[in-house]
């Protein structure tokens, strides 16, 4: 992949102004802006790569673009993500894109009929 190709366009009819805000990466994937706050200058982000580009650069490529885009366009100050703790793949790929662990919530989200603790990761801009 090109990641100095890589060019993030927002989902037609729609601004971070409403909370939420999707841009895609075609053909690479989608990285969501949401929990948009407005008064604290932060929203969250969420990340989705098609399987056949993963471990290409694209995540990481799509996070760097989303930051840039963050800070100049919305003027944000900071991004965080919650992860799953077993998912150590995707905590590896936000602490290359420049996030910190900066919490950790105990047995918060369902899965398979048990709890597991959630990563919150933050970066600041």
């Given at each position: 992949?090109?990641?100095?190709?890589?060019?993030?366009?927002?989902?037609?009819?729609?601004?971070l102004?409403?909370g939420?805000?999707?841009?895609?990466?075609?053909?690479y994937?989608?990285?969501?802006?949401?929990?948009?706050?407005?008064?604290?200058?932060?929203?969250?982000?969420?990340?989705?790569v098609?399987?056949?580009?993963?471990?290409?650069?694209?995540?990481?490529?799509?996070?760097?673009?989303l930051?840039?885009?963050?800070?100049s366009?919305?003027n944000?100050?900071?991004l965080?993500?919650?992860?799953?703790?077993?998912?150590?793949?995707?905590?590896?790929?936000?602490?290359?894109?420049?996030?910190?662990?900066?919490?950790?919530?105990?047995?918060?989200?369902?899965?398979?009929s048990?709890?597991?603790?959630?990563?919150r990761?933050?970066?600041?801009?």
């Amino acid at each position: 992949m090109g990641k100095d190709k890589l060019t993030l366009v927002a989902e037609e009819g729609t601004s971070l102004s409403s909370g939420s805000l999707r841009l895609y990466a075609l053909p690479y994937g989608c990285i969501d802006l949401y929990s948009y706050d407005p008064l604290n200058r932060r929203a969250a982000v969420g990340i989705m790569v098609a399987n056949e580009y993963r471990r290409q650069g694209c995540a990481t490529a799509m996070l760097a673009e989303l930051a840039s885009i963050a800070k100049s366009n919305y003027n944000l100050h900071t991004l965080y993500a919650d992860i799953a703790a077993p998912n150590t793949a995707s905590q590896a790929l936000f602490l290359k894109a420049g996030y910190t662990e900066c919490g950790r919530f105990k047995e918060w989200l369902e899965y398979d009929s048990h709890f597991i603790d959630n990563i919150r990761m933050q970066k600041i801009l």
